[in-house]
């Protein structure tokens, strides 16, 4: 058997593993000869690393922006459904196109907002400044009346008084200190609403543009994903804001009904606490007692005996009805995720640390929990893997 030689059908600038033979009972067969892979080079490594660094630093220097745009695009996400579901309305024959929903949304938001400007803020901050001024003098006796409820015996009224004292000072020093960073407050505010506006009308443009630069193995289980913690962040967004609103009216008006002091501050508290899982309702729950208890004990048992009715309609009946299509997001979950966001951009940071959260939850379930699909290749469909 006459062989032919590799080099006479192999020009000299390829480079091929030599052919070995195998002889067998019927006859010799030749295996597949492997290119042989050319090695490494670590240069590549190098100026990925280095553009990773200068990529770094410059968003670093250039945080303040990326935060706000984070934050626009965030509301604009949140923003949505709402969207959608105002141009599906009907006026007449026709449905308002996306343009004029955003509009018809920021009139309703600015409305609301002049409405609470004019009618609810005022009481509340009333209600704050006789706290502030009255707290030196009414705290003490507050105080010495929890010495008489039981177990408190042990309870250092001193210390804790002086705590206080120095508490009201620290708060007036940040009242000043929040009044002062108003105007920039207002301009990146302004910046925020703009930027949300453009999120919303182009967001669909933009977002496909950036799909555009995952692989298109990948693409289409990364599109579900967002889609459906867009879906999610919506949803509950709406649901948690009227929770916090029906706590809110509903504290006030009890409040009102049972002369407690403050009661428009102690009504907002309640609503906006209730963001916070457990401990929120604790916090809110403890100044509206003390703020019951420098009257009368009738208020104190009156104050609990509405909480504890309205946690039992809250669990049965609001909760299941509102939430029931939420993300479930554990509430230890919630309360990291608004210290850390708090800690990050303070009161911006705490607003979108629960929309972040539930982010992070849905690309966790899909990418480490759930179902793992392998990619495709050579035309054959993916298979799925079964989860261990």
Request: charged content about 15%; aromatic content about 8%.
């Amino acid at each position: 058997m006459i062989e032919a030689s590799p080099h006479s059908l192999i020009e000299p600038s390829q480079k091929q593993e030599p052919v070995a033979s195998l002889s067998g009972p019927g006859g010799s067969h030749e295996r597949a000869a492997q290119p042989v892979m050319p090695a490494r080079s670590h240069r590549g490594d190098i100026v990925f690393a280095f553009a990773l660094a200068i990529g770094l630093y410059l968003a670093f220097h250039v945080r303040d922006v990326l935060i706000l745009l984070y934050v626009s695009a965030l509301f604009a996400v949140v923003l949505s459904p709402v969207v959608v579901g105002i141009s599906r309305l009907k006026l007449g024959k026709r449905s308002p196109g996306r343009g004029l929903s955003i509009l018809i949304l920021f009139l309703v938001v600015a409305l609301s907002a002049g409405l609470f400007i004019t009618f609810a803020l005022p009481p509340v901050l009333r209600d704050l400044t006789l706290f502030v001024r009255d707290l030196p003098t009414e705290g003490p006796q507050m105080l010495e009346r929890l010495r008489r409820l039981p177990l408190a015996s042990h309870i250092n009224i001193g210390a804790l008084n002086a705590k206080l004292q120095g508490g009201v000072s620290g708060f007036a020093g940040d009242v000043f200190s929040y009044v002062s960073g108003w105007a920039s407050g207002l301009l990146r505010l302004a910046t925020g609403l703009v930027l949300t506006v453009y999120f919303m009308i182009e967001g669909e443009t933009a977002y496909k543009w950036s799909l555009s630069f995952v692989p298109e193995p990948h693409r289409d289980r990364l599109d579900r994903t967002l889609r459906k913690a867009d879906v999610r962040m919506g949803k509950w967004l709406i649901g948690q804001g009227a929770l916090m609103l029906i706590l809110g009216v509903v504290s006030t008006v009890v409040f009102l009904a049972l002369h407690i002091r403050y009661a428009y501050a102690l009504g907002v508290l309640m609503g906006v606490f209730n963001i916070i899982p457990v401990l929120g309702a604790l916090i809110s729950m403890a100044l509206v007692i003390l703020a019951a208890a420098s009257d009368s004990l009738s208020k104190v048992i009156g104050v609990c005996v509405f909480y504890g009715i309205y946690v039992n309609l809250e669990n049965s009946l609001l909760i299941p009805k509102i939430m029931k299509s939420s993300v479930d997001l554990a509430g230890l979950a919630v309360m990291i995720a608004l210290l850390l966001g708090s800690e990050f951009e303070g009161v911006l940071g705490a607003m979108v640390a629960v929309p972040t959260a539930v982010l992070v939850a849905v690309l966790l379930q899909e990418y480490g929990q759930g179902s793992q699909t392998a990619p495709a290749a050579s035309g054959t469909p993916a298979t799925p893997v079964a989860r261990t």
